[in-house]
């Protein structure tokens, strides 16, 4: 008998503010987030693990930072983040150190390596590799190979087809796939920022990206859009023999307030 596989939920930007009233393009991240934590219970309860794949807070704060861990802590689950382009990486570094919920550069479970990159900016909305998180991958990678990896960061590492989007990838992916191509045991990459759902497939490895907690961004879409579907969630099943099984759940209805026609924030 196959041994059970491991079970993960990725919530990814969600965008909480200091003040709980806070509010994206008219949606109130915090409630939205509260939904989409309630749907995960009903529907993939418990995982395994948790990752959270950047933009956690929009606003840097260390009191946004505190509501997310009253979100996260509390759920029984180890919790695993890295930053986006929104967040004060530092800051979430500091902050995020908790029993349950970590910032950290990688995990070792069961038949699995989960590698979390830093490609947050200072300054900047797209994304960068440093040349030491490149070599920190490189040596964990090769640390490992008994164990299949899945590589998470949050700037989109390939095109996903929407032209305003895509001015904001990973500026260096060229290098990231230099490396991980060294390594047969890469699985997946997995990722958020584009607030939509995508995957593709490059050389057998699943390329992921995941719908927000809040507001999404309107696929193939040229200039700032934003998509009528409900926030939500991503659940994977890994596999032992290194197979990966994923989809997306999303709430029932639109967060109450989004401004549809809004050019961008």
Same mark, same amino acid.
């Given at each position: ?149 899945? !590589? ?33 045991? !890469? ?17 057998? !490895? ?49 967060? !109450? ?9």
């Amino acid at each position: 008998m196959n041994p059970t596989p491991l079970q993960l939920l990725q919530f990814t930007d969600t965008h909480l503010f200091a003040d709980a009233a806070g509010a994206l393009l008219g949606v109130n991240t915090e409630q939205s987030l509260q939904a989409v934590l309630d749907l995960a219970r009903q529907q993939h309860w418990p995982p395994d693990l948790i990752l959270t794949t950047g933009d956690l807070v929009h606003d840097g704060s260390i009191q946004a930072y505190a509501r997310f861990l009253r979100h996260f802590s509390g759920l029984g689950v180890p919790v695993y983040s890295l930053p986006g382009n929104h967040d004060a990486a530092p800051r979430l570094y500091a902050q995020l150190q908790q029993p349950s919920v970590q910032a950290v550069d990688h995990v070792l479970r069961d038949h699995w390596q989960f590698c979390l990159l830093d490609t947050s900016v200072p300054g900047s909305e797209g994304g960068h590799l440093a040349a030491a998180e490149l070599q920190r991958l490189d040596a964990q990678l090769a640390a490992h190979p008994d164990h299949h990896a899945l !590589v998470c960061l949050h700037h989109q590492p390939v095109p996903v087809g929407s032209r305003w989007l895509d001015t904001m990838a990973v500026d260096n992916a060229d290098a990231l796939f230099a490396v991980l191509d060294r390594h047969p045991q !890469v699985r997946g990459l997995l990722w958020g920022h584009v607030h939509q759902d995508f995957h593709q497939r490059r050389a057998g !490895v699943h390329l992921i990206a995941s719908p927000s907690t809040c507001i999404q961004f309107a696929p193939a879409s040229t200039e700032f859009a934003i998509d009528d579907t409900p926030p939500g969630y991503r659940w994977l099943r890994l596999h032992a023999d290194g197979r990966i099984d994923t989809g997306v759940e999303r709430i029932a209805d639109i967060p !109450v307030g989004l401004e549809r026609a809004s050019q961008g924030y």
